[in-house]
């Protein structure tokens, strides 16, 4: 198993961050260098269509399955590679509101009997491409 953990505190309520994530029909690639398209609805059980575009490698597409959709708290689904346990993602965005901002927690837990075959230079510019989704996310909660 790998984890990547990023945090960013983003001068916004949780309820305003919240509404960024879940607007789905909002996501290109002018406001979301990491995740540039994602359709479908934030809620467990329901399909999504994602694509990102880690830094200098080519965008991919994947269709996870939202397993956590609890409002201004935690956004949560899982992506697999054909067969469970071959290569799966579990992405996540957790909200804590706090005094003077609230705090994104973006993560992404990797684990299946393909992981080595991926290597460190994926894993390592999807962390990048977190980093610059939160910063853009940032950007786009203070300003709007």
Do not use: K
Request: glycine share 6%.
């Amino acid at each position: 198993m790998r984890l990547i953990e990023t945090a960013i505190d983003i001068h916004a309520s949780a309820a305003r961050v919240w509404s960024i994530l879940t607007d789905f029909s909002a996501y290109s690639a002018a406001w979301n260098p990491f995740i540039t398209a994602a359709e479908g609805e934030a809620r467990p059980g329901a399909r999504l269509r994602i694509i990102i575009a880690p830094p200098g490698r080519r965008p991919m597409t994947f269709r996870p399955v939202v397993l956590v959709a609890v409002p201004e708290q935690e956004l949560r689904w899982l992506g697999r590679l054909l067969l469970p346990r071959l290569f799966d993602g579990e992405h996540a965005f957790r909200l804590e509101q706090q005094t003077e901002a609230c705090r994104l927690w973006h993560t992404e837990r990797f684990s299946g009997v393909l992981l080595p075959l991926f290597g460190e230079g994926m894993l390592e510019a999807t962390g990048r491409g977190f980093e610059a989704m939160n910063a853009a996310l940032r950007t786009r909660a203070e300003t709007a």
